[in-house]
T-cell receptor
Framework: DAGVIQSPRHEVTEMGQEVTLRCKPI?????LFWYRQTMMRGLELLIY????????DSGMPEDRFSAKMPNASFSTLKIQPSEPRDSAVYFC????????????FGPGTRLTVL | SQQGEEDPQALSIQEGENATMNCSYK?????LQWYRQNSGRGLVHLIL?????REKHSGRLRVTLDTSKKSSSLLITASRAADTASYFC??????????FGTGTQLKVEL
């Protein structure tokens, strides 16, 4: 199993540009999570999906952030327009749910907004 | 916002020593999990302890859970330089959502 796949691994963009982060969860997992990690705020849950349906998006900081999961094998996190304070490492994780809801994390996307 | 708080924030020990990290959480949980993060990498699951368990072992790891105090501890015995990483606790409430703590940075020196 390839694990959770994220792309790109690094993204450098200028303020105001649109940024799209991509995630492919582990096959068979029915829950997908987007996190943001910074030194100041630590690891924050942005949104999570169960069976492709958004369940909790209370962590999405602003309307500039949006996430979709069109099918069980793909999800995107979009920031439009991006701002320097969005600079962070964004992680995608997936889990199979159930009583052992261990999450498997991708390698992350390091986003720098200039 | 972070539900859990790890203590200490940073820990430096010599190889061979034991490392103990503590975690406190605020709301009821179904289970509590510990994860490790190496620099520049994603988090990796280490161990899960259910709310009706008090202690669990996995290799050199020992986890305790005290639901009355809403606290957990992770003990790494006979530490190695390769154990150098950040360690996070995460509480699982309803559903599949985990709420992560602030993490402990462990450095194991040769």
């Amino acid at each position: 199993d390839a694990g959770v796949i994220q792309s790109p691994r690094h993204e450098v963009t200028e303020m105001g540009q649109e940024v799209t982060l991509r995630c492919k969860p582990i096959s068979g997992h029915n829950s997908l999570f987007w996190y943001r990690q910074t030194m100041m705020r630590g690891l924050e849950l942005l949104i999570y999906f169960n069976n492709n349906v958004p369940i909790d998006d209370s962590g999405m900081p602003e309307d500039r952030f949006s996430a979709k999961m069109p099918n069980a094998s793909f999800s995107t996190l979009k920031i439009q327009p991006s701002e320097p304070r969005d600079s962070a490492v964004y992680f995608c994780a997936s889990s199979s749910g159930g009583s052992n809801n261990e999450q498997f994390f991708g390698p992350g996307t390091r986003l720098t907004v200039l | 916002s972070q539900q859990g708080e790890e203590d200490p924030q940073a820990l430096s020990i010599q190889e061979g020593e034991n490392a103990t990290m503590n975690c406190s959480y605020k709301t009821s949980i179904n289970n509590l999990q510990w994860y490790r993060q190496n620099s520049g990498r994603g988090l990796v699951h280490l161990i899960l302890i259910r709310s009706n368990e008090r202690e669990k072992h996995s290799g050199r790891l020992r986890v305790t859970l005290d639901t009355s105090k809403k606290s957990s501890s992770l003990l790494i015995t006979a530490s190695r330089a390769a154990d150098t990483a950040s360690y996070f606790c995460a509480g699982a409430g309803g559903g599949n959502k985990l709420t992560f703590g602030t993490g402990t940075q462990l450095k194991v020196e040769l």
